[in-house]
């Protein structure tokens, strides 16, 4: 099976720009979420979608927000972006058939906000 | 805010020691895992352990778990130079979300040749 795939690999934005990153899960896993990984910060959780739906948000602005395509596959979006939301930005997919499923996680996309 | 607590948050070995590490968090958990991630790179799920188990094994890996402590360790033994990497701990809060995983700050670890 193919992995988590995450588009695009790396980004640079100025601020007050928005964006879009995009993330594939696996095939057959219908649960993906989003984490921001700064040094300062380090891994945070942002969403977490299922079926078309939002089942947890993080701590977050209203600036970042998602989305969940029927074919699994997901969004996130950043709206007027500022210098701090430089990240490394996760997605991860799992089965969520069970109670100990592992989640799988993307390479990641890099956005640079200069 | 971070739920788990790494440390150390550096360590320095050479090949062929083994390392340690531990994870300190602070709610009531439904399972807790080890991740690893190599230089700014996705993240590569280890092993998780489940809150009514104390110790796991995979490979060269040895986990456990003190619930009544809230922390648990993390051992790679006779360790490789492939095995510098940052070491995540993640944790579900008890009734929380397969999908929100609370990482804490992780622990580097170099393995000189």
């Known amino acids: 099976k193919a992995g988590v795939t995450q588009t695009p690999r790396y980004l640079i934005k100025t601020r007050g720009q928005q964006v879009t990153l995009s993330c594939s899960p696996i095939?057959?896993?219908?649960?993906v979420s989003w984490y921001q990984q700064t040094p300062g910060q380090g891994l945070q959780f942002l969403f977490e979608?299922?079926?078309?739906?939002?089942?947890n948000k993080g701590n977050f602005p209203g600036r970042f927000s998602g989305r969940q395509f029927s074919n699994s596959r997901s969004e996130m979006n950043v709206s007027t972006l500022e210098l701090g939301d430089s990240a490394l930005y996760l997605c991860a997919s799992s089965s969520l058939t069970s109670g100990t499923d592992t989640q799988y996680f993307g390479p990641g996309t890099r956005l640079t906000v200069l | 805010s971070q739920q788990g607590e790494e440390d150390p948050q550096a360590l320095s070995i050479q090949e062929g020691e083994n390392a340690t590490m531990n994870c300190s968090y602070k709610?009531?958990?439904?399972?807790l895992q080890w991740y690893r991630q190599n230089s700014g790179r996705g993240l590569v799920h280890l092993i998780l352990i489940r809150s009514n188990e104390r110790e796991k094994h995979s490979g060269r890996l040895r986990v456990t778990l003190d619930t009544s402590k809230k922390s648990s360790s993390l051992l790679i033994t006779a360790s490789r130079a492939a095995d510098t990497a940052s070491y995540f701990c993640a944790t579900i809060r008890d009734g929380g979300s397969q999908g929100n995983l609370i990482f804490g700050k992780g622990t580097k670890l170099s393995v000189k040749p």
């Open positions: 979608y299922f079926s078309e739906t939002q089942r």
């Open positions: 095939s057959g896993h219908r649960s």
């Open positions: 709610t009531s958990i439904n399972n």
